[in-house]
Structures are given as C-alpha cells and as structure tokens.
C-alpha cells in the first residue's frame, strides 16, 4: 500500500488548510487511517485517525474542535480539514494507514512522505 499526503503550505494564524491522503488501495491495512505530525526537534506524536468503513474518528486534545478527518471512499482519499490554525500545529504532517484503531504510531503499517504545514503568527 502506498500513501500519498498533499495540501500542505504556509498560511496565517486562525486560517485554514486541508490536507489530503490518497491509498493506493484500500484493505484490512488500511482499515484505519491516522493522520500524524512532527514538528522540528519533536517526536511525531498523533493528531486523529479515521475508522474507514463507518468514518468513527479519534482526535488528539489538542486538535478537537478545530480538526476534522473525513474519508472519500470512492477516491481512497482521507482529508484532515485544520481550522483555526495556530503556531504550533507547525509540523510535518504524515498519513498513516493500518490494521487496528490507534494513537499509536507503531500500530501503523503503512505511511506517506509527508506535507509541511507552517503556520506564521
């Protein structure tokens, strides 16, 4: 499986981007999808995840009720719409895909190259 993370960039305090995920299939190891983050000198710690056959969804703390994950089934696509951008959600964002519903980064299997998200303040 392969996974292809977009729509990073730089934008301002409070403001809005939406990453995308493209799985080159979907199947039992990508049955969840996790969305992830590391910021520079940081350890990747986990932002949400996605339960892909009915959209049951995990957030981290720090990320509810400004970050919504959603899946397309028809495109094997999970987005992560971020609102209310702050400065430290500055990070690498990585998609993750695998086999059981975690915050953990080591239950996933499969993971993209990443999308930088800089937020100036």
């Known amino acids: 499986v392969q996974l292809q993370a977009s729509g990073g960039g730089l934008v301002q305090a409070g403001g809005s981007l939406k990453l995308s995920c493209v799985a080159s299939e979907q199947n039992t190891h990508t049955s969840y999808m996790g969305w992830f983050r590391q910021a520079p000198g940081k350890e990747r710690v986990f932002v949400a995840a996605i339960r892909w056959r009915d959209q049951k969804a995990l957030y981290a703390d720090s990320v509810k009720g400004r970050f919504s994950i959603s899946r397309d089934n028809n495109k094997n696509t999970v987005y992560l719409q971020m609102n209310s951008l702050k400065p430290e959600d500055t990070a690498v964002y990585h998609c993750?895909?695998?086999?059981?519903?975690?915050?953990?980064?080591?239950?996933?299997?499969?993971w993209g190259q990443g999308t930088q998200v800089t937020v100036s303040s």
């Open positions: 993750a895909g695998g086999p059981t519903f975690a915050t953990e980064s080591r239950s996933y299997e499969h």
